[in-house]
């Protein structure tokens, strides 16, 4: 595939453009590139840059979301060959997002998915009023690495002790890191319920995340086999 | 004549009303069961959770709605009003933390930090009513409403702007609210207190929203909407569509709350805010979120209907400059535009945050604005010709009797929160935090508790005692009563 098949990808992702994306997509099968050059060569350096020029804050949310949308719209056209060939695409971690119990506001929640989506973590998005439980099943169903839950208001920021707790009584404690935030939620208050992190924003939860995955692949390697 | 402020034109205003109908009924308002019926009795479709508000039957509720009403201090006097031009502020409500008074560090809030805002904002005439401020972090959270506002009613004697976080919890305030008044309804009558209820943007009215605004109706007991527009996030980018959004916000639930009990007093109240789309946060302090306030509330004025917004927070975590100037600036604002009561005074950091010191600097801005609105008399029969036909061009105009007569009229003097160079600073040259905190240092010096009737204080603390066992709660935070420290069953 010429370099400049995959410059028109990674522009696609810049430019939050998903038909071009899929387009792009599609183009690249019919001309039997495999999928994960498409990806990795492709559109991934593109949701890099968007990241990049985010943090520099050249570039804006919904930029961002448009660029996460052209993402998926690729995704979607890779993804089924992907499988088929018996590959997989690197990731990052898997992460169980979701607002907590009794509380309905998701904005903040969704931008933390797309931006950990657009570094590369496979995100499982639980929606709003999640109780602990559902936190706890999805994290064993999905294999999850991190679980990462939200809350607007003081009220409902209690209920992100269930999930912490709910976790505990499922046994994955041991196995699922978990990150708070919302707008009431304070590194004390992550703290006190026994979290493994708290993030102020959209940009340090993917930060956060890292920091996670680095912790969880490090005592995994000090754990005796 | 008095300066107005205002930036919707009337073209403009009437499109956002038509637009605000339009969107009530199609794609109508997401609502509660607990109003299910309440809303179809009235000929209201209700399908899927979603009502489907006709514009003539909601233009009919507004118009039940009062024009105007008062709330009254604890001696039972008018305090302040709603409605008209008439302004008034009180400081910002539910913060989680407070700057440290010392450290100027954010930690979390707790009774005895509202009990200190409580007691400076009590000293300042700037303020014309409370809030319940702050989350007091050390009382257990089931019963951190009804705490927050049993200590504003223990120190306070001004009206209070309050609210509740459930269902439930709404009726132990009415409660706790009813014995102050001396029962119900003294407090339907004479109410002190009035209450936020908030949608959730964009057009949802929960369960416990919808629910606070029936019970509140049917208590009679005053309600604020407090509609919360995120431009660009839960609400169209657009400051015209996000005034388009909270106004449809603000006619659904006004015709829930006037279906529930036709009169009832209720306000047009706006926690509007943009969305940074640089950092996902909603700045308070932006001129656009101001712009938005002012807007919205010009929508309620043009109904007719008493007016709310939440404004004077800046968004930095310190007080500086910034947030001072932001704050500063919507004071000003929020004045011009006429509305009625203006929230947030003392808060910054995105409101997650009070502070005491940044509350003495921001009434120096609020009176400010006050004397800017009550704009420019003609005090004297001739404007000038007669004070120079006295001082010939010698202008000698300080031993005038006018000057004499008029100059504290003319002029507001600022407190010492304000540097005007007074003979007191000694030659010193304080910096503007320290000067508030020496400020805050005096107000609470001269703070004096003026206790309620013996045998209602003893009620309100019954209640407490009996309330706070259920969660747990060993003794009152920051209620003391020496006095009754004999009495067995009391403290």
């Keep these: 595939m010429p370099n400049d098949n995959f410059s028109a990808m990674r522009q696609s992702i810049i430019d939050g453009a998903p038909d071009t994306a899929s387009g792009l997509a599609q183009q690249a099968l019919a001309a039997r590139v495999a999928p994960i050059d498409a990806i990795n060569n492709g559109f991934v350096p593109g949701m890099h840059d968007v990241g990049e020029q985010f943090a520099k804050g050249q570039m804006f949310l919904p930029d961002m979301m448009a660029s996460a949308e052209a993402m998926r719209a690729a995704m979607a056209v890779l993804d089924p060959e992907l ?4 590959t997989q695409r690197p990731m990052a971690g898997v992460v169980v997002l979701g607002t907590t119990r009794g509380d309905i506001h998701e904005i903040g929640k969704i931008l933390v998915g797309t931006l950990l989506t657009a570094h590369g973590f496979r995100v499982h998005d639980l929606g709003v009023d999640v109780p602990g439980e559902k936190f706890a099943a999805q994290a064993r169903e999905l294999g999850a690495d991190i679980v990462g839950v939200s809350a607007l208001l ?9 999930v912490v707790e709910a976790l505990e009584k499922a046994g994955l404690r041991s196995q699922v890191k978990i990150m ?20 102020k924003d959209a940009m340090s939860a993917v930060a956060l995340a890292r920091e996670l995955m680095a912790q969880k692949t490090q005592s995994a390697a000090v754990e005796p086999v | 004549m008095r300066p107005r402020f205002e930036l919707l ?30 809303l179809r009795g009235a000929g209201i479709a209700v399908r899927d ?11 009919r509720l507004l118009d039940l709605a009062p024009r105007g009403f008062c709330l009254y201090d604890r001696s039972g006097k008018p305090a302040v009003r709603y409605g008209g031009d008439d302004v008034h502020f009180d400081p910002g409500s539910s913060c989680l933390n407070i700057l440290d008074p010392e450290t100027q560090q954010a930690r979390p809030a707790l009774s005895a930090d509202l009990v200190r805002l409580v007691q400076v904002a009590e000293m300042l005439p700037q303020f014309a009513a409370q809030s319940t401020a702050m989350v007091c972090n050390d009382v257990p959270p089931e019963i951190g409403d009804w705490y927050r506002l049993l200590l504003v009613l223990w120190y306070s004697e001004k009206p209070v702007v309050t609210g509740a976080f459930s269902a439930s919890s709404l009726h132990t305030l009415l ?16 109410p002190r207190a009035v209450f936020d209820v908030c949608p959730s943007p964009p057009l949802n009215w929960s369960e416990f929203a919808s629910q606070n605004l029936v019970d509140l109706a049917r208590a009679g007991v005053p309600a604020e909407i407090v509609s919360m527009p995120l431009a660009g996030a839960t609400a169209p980018v657009t400051l015209a569509g996000s005034v388009v959004q909270h106004a449809a916000e603000c006619i659904s639930g006004i015709t829930i709350h006037q279906l529930a009990q036709p009169g009832s007093p209720i306000v047009w109240g706006a926690a509007p805010a943009i969305f940074d789309m640089r950092t996902g946060k909603t700045p308070m302090g932006a001129i656009e979120t101001a712009m938005l306030d002012v807007a919205c509330a010009q929508v309620g004025k043009h109904l007719g209907l008493p007016t709310h917004a939440y404004m004077v927070a800046g968004d930095g975590r310190l007080i500086d400059a910034q947030v001072e100037m932001e704050s500063g600036m919507s004071a000003v604002l929020g004045a011009l535009a006429g509305i009625n009561m203006i929230s947030g005074a003392g808060m ?11 509350l003495v600097i921001d009434a120096e801005a609020i009176a400010s604005a006050q004397r800017l609105i009550e704009g420019i008399e003609p005090r004297t029969d001739s404007l000038a010709v007669a004070m120079f036909a006295q001082t010939g061009l010698h202008g000698d105009f300080l031993k005038l009797k006018e000057t004499r007569a008029l100059f504290r009229k003319e002029q507001h003097f600022p407190s010492s929160v304000i540097d005007r160079g007074l003979p007191q600073m000694d030659g010193a040259t304080p910096d503007i935090l320290e000067r508030a905190r020496l400020r805050v240092n005096e107000l609470l010096s001269a703070y004096e508790r003026q206790p309620l009737a013996p045998e209602r204080e003893k009620e309100m603390i019954a209640f407490a005692q009996r309330e706070g066992k259920k969660a747990g709660l060993e003794g009152l935070p920051e209620i003391l009563r020496p006095e009754l420290a004999h009495e067995p069953g009391l403290i």
């Design chain 2, 49 to 59: 959770g979603v009502a489907h508000i006709p514009e003539a039957l909601a233009r």
């Design chain 1, 180 to 199: 708070v935030g919302g707008a009431p939620v304070t590194r004390r208050w992550a703290d006190e319920i026994g979290a493994d992190g708290y993030a």
């Design chain 2, 175 to 190: 409660e706790l609210l009813a014995i102050e008044s001396g029962g119900g309804d003294a407090l339907r009558q004479h």
């Design chain 1, 83 to 86: 499988k088929k060939l018996g």
């Design chain 1, 154 to 162: 003081t009220t409902t920021m209690r209920n992100q002790k269930s």
């Design chain 2, 348 to 358: 910054l950091d995105f409101l997650a945050c009070h502070s005491i010191e940044k």
């Design chain 2, 9 to 38: 034109d009337k073209p403009l205003l009437e499109r956002i009303l038509a637009e605000a109908f339009q969107l009530i009924e199609d794609p109508g308002v997401r609502v509660a069961p607990y109003v299910f019926d309440l």
